[in-house]
């Protein structure tokens, strides 16, 4: 069994309708970023989690804490109390050193999809949600991973809440149903998108910081590209030569 553990990057889920009500674009891109592990990474992945706890939180914290990249990044520019500003700017380095440590020496495998929102609603009369074309584009790749290993698999994705599963599903028929999209494969292998606790379940904090890495790339026109260029060895398919199989997939 395999498991793809999913979060975005860039712009907020909700961005389809603000755009659609507003016209506007307000974030260029749009990243969903996913790291596929078995169950024995699963449990390395746990230890780098505990190490990374007691390394850097080993103090009371709330119920609803998570290792999460932009608050590491940016509490200093929140209005409300956030633990991550009891630390200076070395010591938030340090931890998403480790985090991304922990991604490059884990065995696992990574999946990202960047859409570029400006030609995605440029190019299409009636554009499907940003969201739920990525996840339905990084599970096709999911799925290539997993005929290819033999195996089932099962995703995970932060906050896959009713209203969401319902417009991904949707979408998904329509794209089934419409005879000029490509299809060349289907999800025989994949058992189930599951909903995933951020407070409960470390894996998605690994996922949350891996996401940002390919954003980033894109956001910055590729002259930010550290974070991605240290972890881009660890991606299944990134050269692949069919664009349908690329694991870090960017239209």
């Known amino acids: 069994m395999y498991y793809l553990y999913l979060d975005e990057s860039g712009a907020s889920r909700d961005i389809h309708e603000l755009i659609v009500n507003s016209n506007e674009i307000t974030c260029k891109f749009f990243t969903i970023g996913g790291i596929i592990v078995d169950s024995e990474g699963k449990v390395e992945f746990k230890k780098g989690y505990d190490t990374i706890m007691r390394t850097f939180f ?3 914290l709330t119920s609803d804490f998570k290792l999460h990249y932009d608050e590491l990044r940016n509490a200093h520019l929140r209005p409300y109390e956030s633990v ?19 991604i ?10 960047t859409i570029n929102l400006e030609n995605h609603y440029g190019k299409y009369t009636y554009p499907i949600t940003p969201i739920s074309y990525g996840l339905y584009l990084i599970l096709e790749r999911f ?9 089932k698999g099962r995703a995970i994705y932060e906050q896959y809440n009713d209203p969401l599963k319902h417009k991904v599903n949707q979408t998904h028929r329509e794209l089934d149903e419409n005879h000029n999209f490509p299809k060349f494969t289907n999800f025989d292998n994949l058992i189930d998108i599951c909903n995933g606790d951020p407070y409960s379940e470390h894996m998605l904090a690994f996922a949350d910081f891996f996401a940002y890495a390919p954003w980033l790339k894109c956001d910055s026109c590729c002259t930010r590209v550290r974070r991605y260029e240290e972890i881009k060895h ?18």
Not at 143 to 151: D, R
């Open 58 to 60: 080993d103090f009371e």
């Open 84 to 102: 991550y500003k009891r630390f200076d700017r070395p010591t938030k380095r340090k931890i998403a050193d480790c985090v991304f440590d922990v």
């Open 104 to 113: 490059k020496n884990v065995d696992c495998r990574l999946l990202s999809i």
């Open 143 to 151: 799925q290539y991973y997993l005929e290819e290993n033999g195996e």
């Open 234 to 251: 660890k991606y299944y398919n990134l050269d692949h030569y069919n664009s349908r199989r690329k694991g870090n997939y960017e239209i």
